[in-house]
């Protein structure tokens, strides 16, 4: 029997198969594409309807004839107001588009062997810390898996661990810091040293967070800080610790970073400041800070450099800077009369209140006293059988809120023991600067810190306590000294631009060296015109018969004044009673 050929469409027709299918297949994705937004509404009505009949079946039926009058209401007056339809077809219409979008969850990302491999190591190192021998069925144990151990994770760019939260078991004794302190010396060093973590513990949900933090900028010079009397920044933060922001310039770039702001005055609760730090970390610097922003706002400095290098000398003859002492003859007259003034404050706003007044307007000038290592002196003291002029800080620090006088200590860590019993009871504003142990820190600090601290910081980087608060990273702005031949010409120019104007050194006033020596001071001649009439020529050195006697010549020293412009004698005239020590006109 003779065989019929196949048909066209079978013997040689599969290309114009293959052709027709990828048609169809295009022609049906541009429809979907065209008519995706109908398909999107229309889902969404599908949507809106099922959860009206839901709703209308958990509806109570003694409500069901109520909920009926409050729909049929709307409907009614929408239905009469202008454009009413209209309107409520377009909002429907976007309810639907809404509710009918593609909600479905994107597709987890695929780990990568070598971030595998990391979650299984530090997954394996935590199995002796979460697992016991009872356990019925364990969390952790050796060669198991760490997707449940490790519900959420991420990764930075170089592949290092951003972000981990860590469930473990009920019976771990979360509650111990010993036990907390092991765990977290681990993930710091699985995760990679060299970085700060802050790690978060929800005792009652069981998870333990661990949080990669950003460094602090180190870019930010001193400037004119937007702040009110009694702030002083201090430094920068985490922006999830504090919350405000300062506004801040760098070069033409204009940012908001969050500041660690220390009140002080009569309402402060920790109103004197305690800076702990090894030589080269920046406690002169942030001492620097504070003198510049409390000149700007009006007070009097007294400065007491312990270091002996000059640190303060661009200070000196500045307006509102009333001594810059480095010796301690110069220390000890400083701090006595701190000590006098503190206690004349006192004393006048006690009896402005008793008669009803406000505080004298002298009273009410802040007074700032800036200690760089004051432990210095000490031992100068003891070999040359003098006072400890860390005794003169007790009137101060005690009663220094109250009469507008504030006291910043900054000496060394290793150093602390030997501060004074009422510098270390009183300055409840603690800062530590540098790297330091979680001990050390929290011996200085009262608090161990949130975060790991590490081996290598810049200059300025450190913590932050204010009274019983919280423990705060801190980044003090850069204040380096301008006289110093290393300091770059931008960040000596923003230290020269903050500086009050240069008078004459305490505005031309003659101090004595030593307290109480008025005697051993030379009296300086006074004027003819403030002495007796001269005498006639007939009786040369004699005065007149009928003319009374002249009053005796002060013993206290008379100030010289500076210059013959008017604005220079008001100006010692007014600060004739702050400098150091009280010198009183005749």
Known sequence: ????????????????????R??????????????????????????????????????????RGALLFLVASVVLVVGLM??????????????????????????????????????????EALVPYFSLAEDPDPLYTHGGGWEKAFPAYEFDDDGRLAHLVVHYPAYFTDGEAAARARIEHLLTAK??????????WDEEANDLTLTVLAPLPTDI???????????????????TRVQRTLPLTHGEERRDVPPVVWRTGVRSTEPHLLVLGRPGTGTSTLLRSVALQALHHGGDLVIVDGGGTGEYACLTGRDGVLAVECGLTGVLTSLEWAAQETERRLIAVNQARQEGQPPPEDTRRPLWLLLDRPSAFTHLAGVDGRKDPQALLQVPLRHGRAAHVTVVVAD???????????????TRARVVLGAAGSDELTAALGAPPGTTPVDQVPP??????????????????????????????????AVLDLLPPRTTPADGEHVPDVPGSEKEAPAEPAPPAERAEPAEPGEPGEPEADAPEPDPAPARPVPTLAGPEEETKRRGKRRGRKSVPTLIKP
């Not at 204040?479 to 290393?486: F, K, L, R, S, V």
């Open 221 to 239: 010079a001193a400037q004119r800080f937007v702040t009110a009397p009694g702030e002083t920044v201090l430094g920068f933060t985490d922006p």
């Open 1 to 20: 029997m003779a065989r019929r050929p196949l048909p066209r469409i079978l013997s040689n027709g599969g290309a114009q198969l293959a052709r027709s």
């Open 412 to 426: 060394q860590l290793d150093a602390l023991d030997t501060l004074g019993d009422a510098v270390r009871q009183h």
């Open 460 to 493: 300025g980087r450190g913590y932050a306590r204010l009274g019983t608060g919280p423990v705060l990273r801190l980044q003090v702005p850069a204040t380096p000294d301008p006289y110093d031949d290393a300091t770059s010409d931008s960040h000596r120019q």
């Open 191 to 200: 995760a990679g040293r060299g970085r700060e973590y802050r790690f978060t």
């Open 22 to 63: 990828e048609l169809a297949r295009t022609a049906a994705d541009s429809a979907t594409d065209v008519l995706q937004p109908l398909i999107t509404i229309a889902r969404g009505f599908g949507r809106l309807v099922a959860a009206a009949r839901h709703r209308w079946t958990e509806t109570p039926k003694d409500r």
């Open 82 to 123: 202008p454009y009413g339809p209209l309107l409520a077809a377009v909002t429907l219409m976007a309810a639907a588009a809404w509710q009918g979008r593609n909600r479905a969850p994107a597709p987890p990302e695929e780990t990568d062997d070598a971030r595998t491999r990391r979650l299984t190591s530090l997954y």
